[in-house]
């Protein structure tokens, strides 16, 4: 509790309230955030081995390695909400042993079992889990529902608090829109998007804010759609800092197998970009997407999407690895591409987490997004778009619909830079439970 002194010398710098209920919420905030830990409520789709829900929150149980250094989550999760429970469901058994209890529904979960709102932030977590697909073959995760029921609650206690939306905000622009409107409606803090930007980048390239970026490219190895969301997000993390900042896009095209190569033969994207890219990676040049060394082929495809501004950029997939996450773009004036891969860590995409994790506690913390939630609104947009491209492919899509402005902000303090690497290395196998990796948070 504030003593006499500090209590006035609070209130001389609190804003004018109209009514005494708005006074005791801002009371609330104020303690919240000076004098304790954010307390977080978990709402999440499924929680087994290696889902979102298991690597977001061994980050947030248990100290981690941030940029090399043993890190505090310095929040505390205190309610689970699971929509569904398969089989190799963990809730229970990391509540027992973290003391978490877990509720039925959304709205007790942040009231604690109570009638108001009683957490500083919430964690929702819509990835993973038994969900159907819809004619454009996006799986329907309920993160807007998710995102409803708790401003539902926030509304009915007059209280609002940071909330995070893992991955794109829905899989239906509309509904991403209309999220993002009731979060500036209500000057929520609100943070959402891939972990993968955070990623340590090899080699450490920085794009200069303001920069006259001419055409980018961002491979991914993954599957449509859940990779694409994660390239695009590669993608816009980088050339967002252009000369003029985001202007949006007017149109696009999404190719697929043989398409693609007529399409670079034919100039409609940079195919020198693509080998700047995959060089990153491999350390060698490629002149094929089915298969990357000795990968199981797959059919590639592409999405060129052609910018307001006039830049383009092209999202593709290239061969089978779920570790593969490259850049490359040129700079005007620049004969030679400028190209990065964003290395994971090891076991694969689990360490990814432990730099977004870290990124959601300053978020929780600070009630200050430290990268603009404009950009995962933009990706949603896009990744709808292309889906509906996909019926097509090879025919123009255009998109008038994304005709969006934003501006860039330096998100470096809250990127990997590989020091965790040397600690947890290769040569370390993945924990099998609920264990981070961090030396000293082993079972024993």
Not at 30 to 38: H, L, V
Not at 54 to 73: K, M, R, S, Y
Not at 199 to 222: F, N, T, Y
């Amino acid at each position: 509790m504030l003593d006499r002194r500090e209590t006035l010398k609070t209130l001389a710098t609190a804003p004018l309230f109209g009514s005494l209920g708005a006074l005791r919420s801002w009371g609330a905030e104020y303690e919240a955030r000076e004098n304790k830990r954010p307390r977080v409520a978990a709402i999440y789709t499924s929680f087994t081995y290696r889902s979102h829900a298991h690597v977001i929150l061994e980050n947030f149980l248990q100290p981690f390695l941030f940029c090399g250094e043993v890190t505090d989550p310095g929040v505390d999760v205190v309610s689970f909400y699971r929509d569904q429970t398969p089989q190799g469901d963990m809730t229970d058994a990391v509540s027992k042993d973290y003391n978490i209890p877990v509720f039925k529904t959304i709205r007790e979960a942040l009231c604690l079992g109570g009638d108001q709102l009683a957490v500083d932030a919430v964690l929702s977590i819509g990835e993973h889990g038994n969900y159907p697909r819809n004619d454009l073959g996006q799986i329907m995760y309920p993160r807007k529902r998710f995102f409803d029921e708790i401003v539902a609650v926030m509304k009915a206690s007059n209280r609002f608090v940071p909330i995070f939306n893992d991955k794109h905000l829905s899989y239906r622009y509309d509904w991403a829109q209309e999220m993002m409107e009731t979060a500036r409606q209500h000057r929520i803090p609100f943070l959402a998007g891939s972990s993968v930007p955070l990623a340590q980048r090899q080699p450490d390239i920085e794009i200069r804010k303001g920069a006259r970026i001419e055409e980018a490219v961002s491979i991914h190895g993954g599957p449509v759609e859940s990779y694409d969301f994660h390239a695009l997000e590669v993608l816009q993390s980088m050339v967002e800092r252009r000369r003029g900042g985001e202007t949006g896009v007017r149109r696009m095209t999404f190719y697929e197998g043989d398409q693609i190569y007529r399409a670079a033969k034919a100039g409609l994207f940079d195919w020198e970009l693509v080998e700047a890219a995959m060089h990153a990676e491999t350390g060698r040049t490629i002149s094929r997407l089915e298969s990357v060394g000795d990968e199981v082929k797959i059919t590639p495809h592409a999405i060129v999407l052609e910018y307001v501004d006039g830049f383009k950029a092209t999202v593709l997939r290239a061969g089978r690895s779920d570790v593969r996450w490259n850049f490359a773009c040129r700079l005007k004036g620049s004969k030679k591409p400028l190209a990065t891969r964003f290395y994971v860590g090891p076991w694969h995409n689990r360490n990814l987490f432990k730099a977004l994790s870290h990124a959601i506690q300053v978020h929780f913390r600070t009630g200050t997004p430290p990268y603009p939630v404009e950009r995962t609104l933009f990706v949603s947009g896009i990744l709808d778009a292309a889906m509906k491209a996909r019926q097509a492919p090879g025919h123009p899509f255009h998109t008038n619909q994304l005709h969006f402005k934003y501006q860039a902000s330096d998100f470096s303090q809250v990127r990997e830079n590989g020091k965790s690497w040397e600690v947890i290395t290769e040569d370390i196998p993945q924990p099998p439970d609920f264990n981070n990796g961090t030396p000293g948070n082993g079972k024993s």
